[in-house]
């Protein structure tokens, strides 16, 4: 019985406060109707200060209301400094304890804080930008933008939850000029997902592209790819896509790649490029890989120069000719540097031969000598064909920059530096092939001497 008497006890006491919780509330609601704002903030804020009260959604929702209206009050704010700050901490408590909003929707509120605050906070993000104050504008702007997503979110302006522009756009402006990244990326993957924008707003995706890249987010790269294409149809985004590429995917998932797109008849002259680039200018990381794999090194080498032969046949782009004739330029290089260290070795063996007078362990030593040279010599014979054709194919590409530049009045600076060494490297070209036919055919030989000649001069008034 005891136990019962001070259950019954507890009760009563319960439903007393919560009785004189809700006369409280009901006198703060006809002060605030009365337009009495201070009278009905003492009482919220005695019944805030009650840690009993700690999670009860109206006391909350009215915290924030009276806080809002005192700071947009003149008279009231300067009793209350930080009514602002208040107001928007009240609501987020608010907002944990009803997430329907179903008390801020309904009268005597009616959103009444949340149109305050947002229409506060978005104003002093507009000061401080204006002031290129871009961290602080940031920071209003967001808290704007906050109360943005749920006029979107309830539709609390009956347009159906179209984008609220203002807000978002500054705080990704903001936050972009804060070199607060993702942040921008954030708000302004907002715009982009309402597919908002006009001329003015390409940049906003261009940033989404470039930055997406940076962070190797794939997923979104490739959403905000498409929406930027479809929005700007006009615009060139393959730069962005494949710097995507070139950062992100691995040496095999690119040739994949590449194998793919080039089966399919998708690449454009200026994608056939940018591979072509890719193939030939690796990573540290991805040329210490082919050290250890010469026939893939040689492979993505051919690749390569297959790639820009289709930029140029695609819309005889002098630079991707250029290109294709520095690629054999480079092979010839390598396979002139096998040659030579071939010619070292011999030359050590035999520097290093020891001198041996009795016939019989001469002959014994002349014979281990052979064995050592002889491959050399081999090799050296099977290289001699494979450099005199990267020399031709060489020719033929750097003969065609050649033609297409000579007469050019303005050139472009990639252009001259592509034509003076193109001119260089065909001057060393026919340069060898003289010396390839010396003794053999007097005119092939008379007619390279006066080939070098005439590219060594062009190049000498450069």
């Known amino acids: 019985m005891k136990k019962i008497t001070l259950t019954i006890a507890s009760n009563v006491l319960f439903i007393a406060a919560i009785f004189a ?78 997430k329907s909003f179903a008390l801020a929707s309904q009268l005597p509120f009616k959103w009444k804080s949340l149109g305050i605050m947002y229409d506060k906070y978005y104003s002093v993000g507009r000061d401080f930008y204006k002031e290129k104050n871009y961290i602080a504008a940031f920071e209003n702007f967001e808290k704007a933008a906050y109360f943005s997503n749920i006029i979107m979110k309830k539709d609390i302006r009956s347009n159906k939850g179209a984008l609220d522009t203002l807000p978002i756009l500054m705080s990704g402006y903001a936050a972009q000029n804060a070199q607060k990244v993702n942040e921008a990326l954030h708000y302004y993957s907002i715009a982009a997902d309402f597919k908002f924008g006009g001329e003015t707003d390409l940049d906003m995706y261009k940033y989404l592209l470039f930055n997406y890249s940076e962070i190797k987010d794939k997923a979104n790269f490739e ?12 615009e060139n985004f393959e730069d962005y896509r494949f710097d995507f590429i070139a950062k992100n995917l691995s040496l095999d998932e690119k040739l994949a790649f590449y194998d793919t797109e080039d089966a399919k008849g998708n690449l454009s002259a200026s994608a056939y490029m940018s591979f072509g680039e890719m193939f030939a200018n690796l990573k540290k990381e991805e040329k210490l890989a082919l050290e250890k794999d010469p026939a893939k090194k040689r492979s993505l080498q051919l690749k390569a120069i297959e790639a820009f032969k289709k930029s140029y046949q695609k819309n005889n782009d002098v630079l991707a000719g250029f290109n294709v004739g520095v690629l054999y330029y480079n092979e010839y290089n390598e396979l002139d540097e096998q040659r030579s260290e071939n010619v070292k070795k011999m030359q050590e063996i035999n520097a290093n031969k020891p001198v041996e007078k009795d016939p019989k362990k001469k002959a014994v030593t002349d014979a281990k000598i052979k064995e050592q040279i002889d491959p050399l010599k081999k090799a050296n014979v099977e290289l001699e064909p494979k450099i005199m054709i990267a020399v031709d194919n060489g020719i033929e590409w750097l003969e065609k920059t050649y033609t297409a530049l000579k007469d050019k009045a303005a050139k472009t600076k990639p252009e001259k530096t592509s034509f003076k060494n193109t001119v260089k490297f065909l001057g060393l070209f026919y340069e060898l092939k003289r010396d390839k036919a010396k003794g053999k055919d007097l005119k092939a030989y008379e007619t390279f001497e006066i080939k070098s000649k005439q590219y060594y001069e062009v190049y000498d008034k450069l």
Not at 43 to 54: G, H, R
Not at 64 to 89: G, I, P, Q, R, Y
Not at 223 to 234: D, V
Request: contains cysteine.
């Open 21 to 98: 919780q809700s006369k409280e509330l009901k006198e703060v609601e006809k002060n605030y109707l009365l337009g009495k704002i201070e009278p009905a903030k003492e009482i919220i804020d005695k019944l805030v200060s009650n840690p009993a009260n700690v999670n009860n959604a109206d006391i909350w929702i009215w915290k924030s209301t009276l806080d809002a209206e005192v700071s947009n009050n003149d008279a009231l704010k300067a009793k209350c400094a930080d009514c602002l700050t208040s107001s928007f901490e009240a609501f987020k408590k608010y907002e944990a304890l009803d």
């Open 223 to 234: 959403k905000y790819y498409a929406i930027a294409q479809e929005k700007y149809p006009k």
